[in-house]
């Protein structure tokens, strides 16, 4: 199975900080990858999706990059609405892998 | 609008079964592959298993195969996860979640989420 290695694992931000998680593929992935956003005892949420695509509804100051097996995510602005957990996610095969997490709290 | 509703989760004694249920809505279901994919107490998540839109093609993580199996019926609109031979490890809030791509084949894309339903596995 292909390994998805988040960091950091905890990240403590003020409003309005530029934020970024990085994500990396034990292989090479493409731009086979998601992102996701979960708060506590909520489901995920689909954020990013193939790397770079925004899904519709998702607030802009949610960017995706990378390709082949490194990866970010980038908040420009947190907003208080963004504490959450983040996960990035593999789909460049059958078997799907996600990332350990990102916590993002209140600094 | 897209819904998913799981059902079925509760209190099992391990090496016993359970089936999940999933009840979609505001979509073609057939259309669309669907998965199971479970997050341990404190844990990260973990995907478990995903059925092509059709039923015709399933897939396993390691972990779940040869004890889960999972099926689908288009005319009631429902995925479903029959898990057997259950382990104290398979203690989870288990989640559907709705492909993004619309021809039925396996992607892996995420996009739509159900609640989930807690499974606990415990003697």
């Known amino acids: 199975d292909i390994q998805m290695t988040q960091s950091p694992s905890t990240l403590s931000a003020s409003v309005g900080d530029r934020v970024t998680i990085t994500c990396r593929a034990s292989q090479s992935i493409s731009s086979w990858l998601a992102w996701y956003q979960q708060k506590p005892g909520k489901a995920p949420k689909l954020l990013i999706y193939?790397?770079?695509s925004l899904e519709s509804g998702v607030p802009s100051r949610f960017s995706g990059s990378g390709s082949g097996t490194e990866f970010t995510l980038t908040i420009s602005s947190l907003q208080p609405d963004d504490f959450a957990t983040y996960y990035c996610q593999q789909y460049n095969s059958y078997s799907l892998t996600f990332g350990g997490g990102t916590k993002v709290e209140i600094k | 609008e897209v819904q998913l509703l799981e059902s079925g989760g509760g209190l099992v004694q391990p090496g016993g079964s359970l089936r999940l249920s999933c009840a979609a809505s505001?979509?073609?279901?057939?259309?669309?592959?669907m998965s199971w994919v479970r997050q341990a107490p404190g844990k990260g998540l973990e995907w478990v298993s995903a059925i092509s839109g059709s039923g015709g093609s399933t897939y396993y993580a390691d972990s779940v195969k040869g004890r889960f199996t999972i099926s689908r019926d288009n005319s009631k609109n429902t995925l479903y996860l029959q898990m057997n031979s259950l382990r104290a490890e398979d203690t989870a809030v288990y989640y559907c979640?709705?492909?993004?791509?619309?021809?039925?084949?396996?992607?892996?894309?995420?996009?739509?989420w159900g609640q989930g339903t807690t499974v606990t596995v415990s003697s």
């Open positions: 979640a709705k492909d993004s791509s619309k021809d039925g084949i396996w992607f892996g894309e995420l996009g739509v």
């Open positions: 505001g979509f073609t279901f057939s259309s669309y592959a």
């Open positions: 193939k790397a770079s």
